[in-house]
């Protein structure tokens, strides 16, 4: 199973305009490049005009064909800052603030997406998670039904014998800094759901703690103990369990022996964190202690294909999560 090929091709197969908003950025510059001569999407960059066809000449990457809208310059600044005024005016926003916003680049992309000029967003190798997600949350906000915006991450690890075939969903690393039990119900449900639309198995949920099934007490576990039951009852047919630790999640003959009458013990191939802390060290520990590809955080629950980069991207990284977010957009 190559993911990572099977998203491009899809991407390539429709493709989708994909907003970069960070411009300024090296990395950014030559994955669009890339992105545009493998026909993986079609981009529009958010630049200096002028700086970015210098960098282009500096870093001998061709850029033509690809878009270039300056945020400070744009016609779409009038439009889109009295959009953004209606949005935000029950907050108290003025007409001066939402103009300034909207000069920004990360505010401006995502207005691109919510006025439909474009199908999808990708940013974060320049900028903090916060500040992907506060214009995000403030403009296209939650999909229906849905309360808690969270993040999932697809590992695609080198040792085939962890998860679906070397593929693990590891989930939430990028949003919610202590989920309460309600959270992390939902965001255990939107990663299940996540796994089913971008990938060709079925999740088997593990709810991660520092204790397997009552063996350690703490209210900590406990909050992981009552996300489990919120889960089956609000996703009956959710194939998930816990609490138990990352051992049992994964290794059989560990499952086995911590949590002998669990189903998904030593074959979780989803696993919910208990909080950011523990999610956001965790990936990247597998990222960079075991040379796994993470793809992602892929924001799931928000309205419209957004999605972030850790500022620790490469370019591949760049590359794979556009043609995640114009695999969404497809299905939008
Ligand atoms: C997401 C985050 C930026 C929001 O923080 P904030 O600006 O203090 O946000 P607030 O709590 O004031 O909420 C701002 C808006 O976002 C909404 N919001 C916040 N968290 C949300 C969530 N998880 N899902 C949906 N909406 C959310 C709020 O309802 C609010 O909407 P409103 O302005 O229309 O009323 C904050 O949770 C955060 O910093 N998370 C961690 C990000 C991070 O550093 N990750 C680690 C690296 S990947
Ligand atoms: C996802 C993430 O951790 O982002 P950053 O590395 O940019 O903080």
Redesign the pocket.
């Known amino acids: 199973m190559d993911v990572i090929k099977n998203f491009k091709e899809k991407a390539a197969s429709d493709l989708k305009t994909i907003v970069f908003a960070e411009g300024e950025d090296e990395r950014i510059i030559k994955a669009a490049a890339k992105i545009e001569a493998e026909k993986i999407a079609k981009i529009i960059i958010l630049a200096d005009t002028e700086s970015i066809k210098n960098d282009a000449k500096k870093y001998g990457v061709d850029l033509s064909g690809i878009k270039i809208i300056d945020p400070e310059t744009s016609d779409y600044v009038s439009e889109f800052t009295d959009e953004f005024y209606e949005l935000?005016k029950h907050?108290g926003i003025s007409k001066e603030d939402a103009e300034k916003a909207i000069k920004d680049p990360m505010y401006f992309g995502t207005m691109m997406i919510y006025t439909g000029k474009a199908d999808g967003m990708v940013a974060?190798a320049a900028n903090?998670?916060?500040?992907v997600?506060?214009p995000a949350?403030?403009i296209v906000?939650?999909a229906e039904g849905?309360?808690?915006?969270?993040?999932a991450i697809i590992m695609v690890l080198k040792d085939k014998s962890f998860g679906e075939e070397g593929v693990l969903v590891v989930s939430d690393?990028?949003?919610?800094?202590e989920p309460n039990s309600e959270?992390l119900a939902e965001i255990a449900i939107a990663t299940a759901d996540t796994t089913e639309r971008l990938l060709d198995f079925e999740p088997r949920v593990a709810m991660l703690s520092f204790s397997t099934m009552g063996s350690a007490k703490h209210e900590n576990v406990d909050n992981v103990r009552n996300a489990v039951e919120i889960a089956h009852e609000n996703a009956p047919n959710l194939k998930i369990d816990g609490e138990m630790q990352v051992d049992a999640a994964l290794v059989e003959s560990v499952g086995s022996r911590k949590a002998p009458d669990s189903k998904i013990a030593g074959k979780a191939n989803v696993l919910i964190f208990p909080d950011?802390q523990s999610g956001?060290i965790g990936y990247k520990l597998v990222q960079r202690l075991a040379g796994a590809a993470a793809v992602g955080?892929i924001l799931q629950?928000?309205a419209a294909p957004i999605n972030?980069l850790?500022r620790g991207c490469s370019i591949d990284d760049i590359i794979n999560l556009t043609a995640i977010t114009a695999v969404q957009a497809q299905s939008e």
């Open positions: 935000r907050k974060g903090p998670t916060g500040n997600l506060r949350f403030q906000k939650t849905i309360s808690t915006v969270s993040s690393c990028a949003v919610n800094p959270q950011l956001n955080p629950g928000l972030d850790s």
